[in-house]
């Protein structure tokens, strides 16, 4: 059974690798938000609640399940935490363009602005501020 498991681990590992530079608004914004709050639990009753009105407010053909939504928390998180710098450098890819890549970015200020932690004694949004710069949104 420990061999079966490595096994399981290092395909999810790998299929995790291939896909660092895939993904679409939602797995950038959930990456933004694994990134910043790494280690932390960030999924406060007021963030929630502002996650699931920001669903409502997409079309309703944009709309996601909550078990979608669950299942790209899970994959995002864990990209992050096998190579959060290229987690992040490959954001870019994900949202190409620059009017979406704001979006996400606005979107994620959002939903950390009440988020009182600190990483590593930064503060929250001099981490968002420096994603900012490294994904290039001006």
């Not at 987690?87 to 870019?92: D, E, G, S």
């Not at 994900?94 to 979406?100: G, I, N, S, Y």
């Amino acid at each position: 059974i420990t061999a079966l498991r490595k096994q399981v681990a290092d395909l999810r590992r790998r299929e995790a690798e291939r896909e660092i530079g895939t993904g679409t608004a939602l797995d950038a914004f959930l990456r933004v938000l694994s990134y910043v709050t790494q280690g932390r639990s960030a999924i406060e009753e007021r963030p929630f609640n502002l996650l699931r009105k920001l669903a409502r407010e997409n079309p309703p053909e944009r709309r996601i399940t909550l078990a979608d939504f669950k299942d790209a928390v899970r994959r995002q998180s864990y990209i992050v935490s096998l190579d959060p710098e290229g987690a992040i450098r490959a954001l870019p890819a994900l949202v190409p363009e620059m009017k979406e890549r704001r979006r996400v970015m606005v979107l994620a200020h959002r939903v950390l602005r009440n988020f009182e932690a600190e990483a590593d004694g930064v503060a929250i949004a001099e981490i968002l501020a420096a994603l900012r710069q490294e994904i290039k949104v001006d």
